[in-house]
T-cell receptor, first 115, second 114 residues
Framework: AQKITQTQPGMFVQEKEAVTLDCTYD???????LFWYKQPSSGEMIFLIY??????QNATEGRYSLNFQKARKSANLVISASQLGDSAMYFC????????????FGKGTKLSVKP | DSGVTQTPKHLITATGQRVTLRCSPR?????VYWYQQSLDQGLQFLIQ???????AKGNILERFSAQQFPDLHSELNLSSLELGDSALYFC?????????????FGPGTRLTVL
């Protein structure tokens, strides 16, 4: 069965510093996608970044990058130059294989950015 | 703004009642997903529709049903509501609905069952 594990329930980072949020996954599929979403206290789910299992280069989107290590089955999110507005819950997710694409989510990491 | 709309934003109802949640996907997206977020279960996939047809089912209770209409909007029907159904219900949409498509989420409907 597919599973996403986020081992850090909460993280603190100083404003302007970089932070890494951990995510490991388990799947027997060869083809899958990995996603990160941000959920602020207002509740909406904001798509941040995507990495396909066959992508050889790590995905980047502005201040977000995904450190994809396939052999270790990890897909860590790196946020550079943290801002106060980055304080939120962050969810790692994996898409089911084949033509479905529904997401399996981890339990999330609550990131707090300190001024 | 993701382009996915959900109504209503908040819903308060009583046990045993029935409610309908509505979702309009982003323009051009054919696939709609429903997810439930609760404190004890986290974010769980309920059901997926693609171009009007059911494509995948997750942990959806028999008391819940959904459909996607010809204009691609979707409705999630929850009946015989229980206290444990209180949760944030998200709709998400993607272009096709495969492994490689990003899903964009609506703002959610917060359901409170009293």
């Amino acid at each position: 069965a597919q599973k996403i594990t986020q081992t850090q329930p909460g993280m603190f980072v100083q404003e302007k510093e970089a932070v890494t949020l951990d995510c490991t996954y388990d799947t027997s599929d060869q083809s899958y996608g990995l996603f990160w979403y941000k959920q602020p206290s207002s509740g909406e789910m904001i798509f941040l970044i995507y990495q396909g299992s066959y992508d050889e280069q790590n995905a980047t989107e502005g201040r977000y990058s995904l450190n994809f290590q396939k052999a270790r089955k990890s897909a860590n999110l790196v946020i550079s130059a943290s801002q106060l507005g980055d304080s939120a819950m962050y969810f790692c997710a994996m898409s089911a294989g084949g033509s479905q694409g529904n997401l399996i989510f981890g339990k999330g990491t609550k990131l707090s950015v300190k001024p | 703004d993701s382009g996915v709309t959900q109504t209503p934003k908040h819903l308060i109802t009583a046990t045993g009642q029935r409610v309908t949640l509505r979702c309009s996907p982003r323009s051009g997206d054919l696939s709609v997903y429903w997810y439930q977020q609760s404190l004890d279960q986290g974010l769980q996939f309920l059901i997926q529709y693609y171009n009007g047809e059911e494509r995948a089912k997750g942990n959806i209770l028999e008391r819940f049903s959904a459909q996607q209409f010809p204009d691609l909007h979707s409705e999630l029907n929850l009946s015989s509501l229980e206290l444990g159904d209180s949760a944030l219900y998200f709709c998400a949409s993607s272009v096709v609905g495969s492994t490689y498509n990003e899903q964009f989420f609506g703002p959610g409907t917060r359901l409170t069952v009293l």
